[in-house]
């Protein structure tokens, strides 16, 4: 039964090696690869996949395109296609950990990326004028957007501020029910095995890693280590760019201040953490990847010899994508369900309609983010170029069918050329 699902596992493939500029960004390239070339979803669909997702902690992107499999094969290819997805970003910032101390950190600031940033600009703006044309159709719903635009750039950094105003959005175009009459439903049965999977891995972790610090067990860096990274997995709205603060108060600042109480905490070397930072949001893929990286840096000085600290090393990131990965998965497999069945009440229905012009509000707001820190203005041949490719990429995504992973080759040898 899954041969028939090899073209969309194939496309999911070539999205995790061009998907760059973060989860905004991916959702323009969610658009083009799996709406408009091929449609395994509709495009009012992935908006509100994409509105689901914002509502639960964990990687967005990763919820999105694990959703995109559920819908097509159920369970068995949501757990393929997230696989798929993250594999190839995590291999590379695992890899990174083991080849970090033996490279100049300063030929890692490659100028072949660039150009990349305005790209991922491009896609969003395609992603905006998409969304707009679906969810924007009338007076309450320009409103909900305008102010969710607003909102959402003054509070960016504000991990609650994503769910916030999905919550609202959702409360104000259900405040009207005449459109849409309440329709008599019968109850439907929840599975609730993920969900207590969730629960009983968070608290096992927790009580496990409690224990193993306060009798100080030999060798409990790998606990401490998945406890720490599915906490976060678990709790981080707003995904990578809140996720990765969190990674260097938890793995850099606080091991500084508690060192003394405990010898044995994990550590990591600040300037290790910015070139993981950094280099993470250089490549494809989901940022939570991150954790591979993190993961294998926390565990390279355990072991006697060289090869045992060379395998201690592989288990931590092994470890960290897990740890990272599997939260997501669990909560967006267990509540779209339950989405999915009180989406057929009126209340929910009609809340629809403010969700999604919130998310184009969103949209509209990450634009301006991620403009702010790209030369547009100066009088100077990067600015143009930076313009150009902005301009560039929205006009080919929306007016020919040319693949995102030929884009995104031809920004990477526009940063090599210039």
Known sequence: MLLRHVPFLKAVFVHSLTAFGGPQAHIGMMLKTFVRKRPYVTEQELMEYTAFCQLLPGASSTQT??????????????????????????ILMGALSFLLHYIDKKALHVDI??????????????????????SIKNTVTWIIMGVCAVATYLLFKQPWIFPLLIILGGITTNLSRKRIPQLEQKPRKIKWWNFWLFGIIFITAGLFSEIARKNDWPNRAPINLFENTYRMGSLVFGGGQVLMPMMYEQFSVRPDAVKSKDPEVIRIDK???????????????????????????????????QEERAFMQFVGCIIGTVAIFLPSALLVLFFFPIWHNL??????????????????????????????DISLLDVRLGSLMNAIVIAGTFTLLQYTRIPPPFIVIGCLLLGYIF
Request: no cysteine; glycine share 10%; hydrophobic share 55%.
């Open 65 to 90: 395109i694990t959703l995109i499999g559920y819908k097509r094969g159920g369970v068995v290819l949501a757990v393929l296609t997230l696989i798929i997805w993250i594999l190839p970003a995590s």
């Open 113 to 134: 990326f660039k150009f990349i940033p305005p790209m991922a600009v491009g896609f969003l703006v395609y992603a905006t004028v998409m969304a707009f044309n679906i």
């Open 271 to 305: 300037d290790d953490m910015y070139t993981g930072m950094g280099i993470v949001r250089a490549l494809p893929g989901p940022v939570f990847s991150i954790a591979s990286f993190t993961g294998g840096m926390a565990l390279q000085d355990y072991g006697k010899t």
């Open 343 to 372: 989406k057929k009440y009126a209340a929910v229905y009609r809340s629809l309609e403010g969700i999604n012009a919130v998310v184009v509000g969103i949209m509209i707001a990450s634009t301006f983010y991620l403009m702010k």
